[in-house]
């Protein structure tokens, strides 16, 4: 088992920044990948960011340039920056973990882009 908790989220003005934290605890020590999703209103839920076993980085492109993951070599921890926000990043923010073939995922951060 893996558990996982998201922290960071709020309400960011658009063209602000804001930094979500993901805590995990259990069984990480052969996590596969690890990232970030999201689920706007009336959207399915997608990819944000992830991170290879060997950290390296993947972004949806509507991010690319402006989000950044990064995370510690023992998993332990998975960081989103996010810069130059605008409306459309409004969402629900959620933490995932793959490990042994299973989907982990935290409950969630709301995360709101408004003036």
């Known amino acids: 088992q893996v558990q996982l908790v998201e922290s960071g989220g709020g309400l960011v003005q658009p063209g602000g920044s804001l930094k979500l934290t993901c805590a995990a605890s259990?069984?990480?020590?052969?996590?596969?990948?690890r990232g970030w999703f999201r689920q706007s209103p009336g959207k399915e839920r997608e990819m944000v960011a992830d991170?290879?076993?060997?950290?390296?980085?993947n972004y949806a492109p509507s991010v690319k340039g402006r989000f950044a993951i990064s995370g510690d070599n023992e998993n332990t921890v998975v960081y989103l920056h996010m810069n130059k926000m605008t409306s459309e990043d409004t969402g629900v923010y959620y933490c995932?973990?793959?490990?042994?073939?299973?989907?982990?995922w935290g409950r969630g951060t709301q995360v709101t882009v408004a003036s």
């Open positions: 995932n973990y793959q490990v042994g073939g299973v989907d982990y």
């Open positions: 259990g069984n990480i020590l052969n996590v596969w990948l």
């Open positions: 991170l290879s076993p060997r950290n390296l980085p």
